[in-house]
C-alpha cells in the first residue's frame, strides 16, 4: 500500500494531526449505559446519561466541526446500538485504505455494518477485519507508523494481521493497563513533535520509545479520567478539548497549539470524548 496519498480519492489518512476534511459520526440520542464496559461507566452507572444534554453537546461538536470546514457525515443511529456514538471504534483509515473493525464487546456488534451499509452506498471501498478483533480506539497512525494498542478489545493476531497488510508502515504493537479500555485513553499523537500520555498506564519500553520520538504531556489521573489524553487535532495545530482539562490545555497552549474548547462531558460519562467519537475518512497533507 503506497503512502503516497492522492487527492482525488475520497478517504486519505497519513496522521492524526493533518487537516481533517471528512469524518464520521453518530448523534447519540439512544446513548445509555447498559453494560458496564468500563471503568468510567462504572462510576456513572447509576446517575445515567441526560440524552438531551448530551444530544446538544454533540450538535455543538458538530458545529465546531463544520465552521472548520470539515465535512462532518452523520450516520443512522438505533436504539439497539447504546455506544454508536463512539465512531472512531468501528472502523479506521490507514493510508488509503479504509478498515473496518470487528468489535469485541457483545453491546456494541452491529455497529460495524451500519458503517458498512454507508461505504457500499458511497462506493467507498473497504478491508473488513472479520476473523481479527480489532477496534479504532486502539488504533494511531503518524506517517509510516502505526501503534496498536494490545488491549480487551484488540488482540495480537490483528495487529500482525495488519503487519502483513500494511507492508510500507511500521506496525507496532503496545501493550497497556487494559482498565484503560483503548489506547487514545492513555495515549495520543497531535503534532509530528508533541503527543500526550497517561505513563502509569504504559511499560516503560514504550515510554521511552515515545519520549524519543516526541515532546510528551504528561496527564494527570485526574485529567486522564476526563480522557485529557482523547483530544481531536482537526489541523493547523488547532485541537478541540474538553474545557474541564485545564492542565493539558494550558500545557497545549504553551506549546502553541489553539485549543478550542467544547463541553461534551455527559458524554464522556460513557468513558470517551472528542476522538472517540469521531472516524476521520480524509486528512489532506496538501495545507
Not at 19 to 42: A, G, S
Not at 264 to 282: A, D, N
Amino acid at each position: 500500500m503506497s503512502t503516497n496519498p492522492s487527492f482525488h480519492s475520497k478517504v486519505s489518512c497519513f496522521s492524526e494531526y493533518d487537516p481533517l476534511k471528512r469524518v464520521i459520526v453518530c448523534e447519540p440520542h439512544y446513548m445509555t449505559i447498559r453494560d458496564v464496559i468500563n471503568e468510567t461507566q462504572k462510576k456513572f452507572k447509576d446517575e445515567g446519561i441526560h440524552i438531551e444534554k448530551a444530544v446538544e453537546q454533540h450538535y455543538k461538536f458538530v458545529q465546531t466541526m463544520r465552521e472548520h470546514d470539515i465535512e462532518v457525515i452523520l450516520l443512522p443511529y438505533h436504539k439497539k446500538f447504546p455506544e454508536q456514538v463512539f465512531t472512531r471504534d468501528i472502523g479506521f483509515t490507514l493510508g488509503q485504505t479504509t478498515f473496518v473493525a470487528k468489535m469485541a464487546s457483545e453491546v456494541r456488534k452491529g455497529e460495524e455494518d451500519v458503517l458498512k451499509q454507508w461505504l457500499d452506498d458511497e462506493e467507498i471501498s473497504y478491508f473488513n477485519l472479520l476473523e481479527d478483533r480489532i477496534e479504532g480506539g486502539d488504533v494511531i497512525i503518524d506517517r509510516d507508523t502505526v501503534y496498536v494498542g494490545l488491549s480487551d478489545r484488540t488482540n495480537e493476531k490483528a495487529v500482525e494481521h495488519l503487519k502483513g497488510l500494511l507492508s510500507d508502515f511500521d506496525v507496532k504493537g503496545i501493550p497497556f493497563i487494559e482498565t484503560f479500555l483503548h489506547l487514545d485513553c492513555v495515549f495520543n499523537v497531535v503534532s509530528p513533535d508533541v503527543a500526550l500520555i497517561y505513563p502509569e498506564a504504559l511499560t516503560k519500553e514504550d515510554i521511552e520509545l515515545f519520549s524519543s520520538r516526541y515532546e510528551l504531556i504528561e496527564v494527570s489521573k485526574d485529567e486522564q479520567f476526563t480522557l485529557g489524553t482523547n483530544v481531536l487535532a482537526i489541523g493547523n495545530n488547532k485541537i478541540i478539548s474538553l474545557p474541564v482539562n485545564k492542565k493539558v490545555n494550558e500545557q497545549l497552549r504553551n506549546k502553541g497549539f489553539e485549543v478550542i474548547e467544547v463541553d461534551i462531558t455527559e458524554i464522556i460519562k460513557s468513558g470517551g470524548s472528542f476522538r472517540c467519537c469521531t472516524m476521520p475518512l480524509l486528512r489532506s497533507t496538501t495545507e
